[in-house]
């Protein structure tokens, strides 16, 4: 490691410094405040992680892409999410609490057997069940652990043409020109900027293409001062790296 352990950052430095680490085979470490890697052949990188989007619900273990997205269970059950749209997740997690709630209350384990009248008396409910952009299944036997949020199998159709527009909306922003001014501050051979992409940080497609989509971005990134950029959905285990020498490529599971 290089100066002091990585241990002292938060869990989303931590987290995205070793799995770049683990991508390139370098060492992680921390140097005057900030991460820095250091290749085999002795090149350093300076890496800043970002957050794009809302990071109240992260967790180092899928920030490290060891498990599933978790959210805080509203209740008592635990209960087993499997979104079919992700176009629609941040719908699905607002709506959550009051669905676990309600089936709880009337001791079912799913929102399709709730009783019409709860359902006609809330909009949320009547919307999720016949629309079905997720499954959500309680068990009652299970209790105060937090909901796990899985990705359902079926053919894919993201459409991954929207993403480096995506990214390059993000980048513009005061958010990224504060991690960029600090990547600016090293002195070293490389520059990387990782993204931790949240569900509300993109437009739903790109988030949706990040998440699902068997394919690459085609588009390379107009950015001078970044020479590699890491971009990871919170949802699923996939990486994806971008370099001004070699493009895209993708990484999983991490």
Not at 60 to 87: C, G, K, M, N, Y
Not at 147 to 160: F, I, N, Q
Request: net charge negative; proline share 7%; hydrophobic share 45%.
């Amino acid at each position: 490691m290089i100066g002091s352990s990585v241990d002292a950052l938060s869990p989303q430095e931590q987290a995205a410094a070793e799995v770049a680490a683990r991508v390139l085979g370098a060492a992680a470490g921390t140097e005057s405040g900030g991460i820095v890697l250091v290749h085999s052949d002795g090149r350093k990188a300076a890496f800043v992680e970002a957050t794009v989007g809302d990071q109240r619900e992260f967790e180092l273990a899928h920030l490290r892409r060891e498990s599933d997205l978790r959210w805080t269970a509203p209740a008592r059950w635990w209960w087993q999410i499997t979104v079919s749209d992700i176009r629609c997740l941040a719908r699905v997690r607002e709506v959550f609490p009051v669905v676990a709630r309600a089936c709880e209350a009337h001791d079912v384990p799913m929102p399709s057997l709730l009783p019409a009248m709860a359902t006609a008396q809330i909009p949320d409910l009547h919307w999720l069940i016949h629309t079905a952009p997720a499954r959500l299944h309680g068990h009652a036997d299970v209790l105060d652990q937090p909901a796990t949020v899985r990705l359902a199998p079926g053919p894919v159709a993201a459409d991954m043409a929207t993403v480096v527009p995506a990214l390059e909306n993000w980048l513009a922003s005061d958010r990224a020109a504060r991690a960029r001014a600090k990547l600016a501050r090293v002195r070293a051979d490389e520059w990387h900027l990782y993204l931790t992409v949240d569900y509300t940080g993109l437009v739903p497609n790109a988030f949706d293409a990040l998440a699902r989509a068997d394919d690459l971005p085609r588009q390379p990134l107009q950015q001078r001062d970044i020479t590699h950029l890491w971009v990871t959905p919170v949802f699923g285990r996939r990486v994806f790296l971008w370099s001004r020498q070699d493009g895209w490529s993708r990484h999983e599971p991490y």
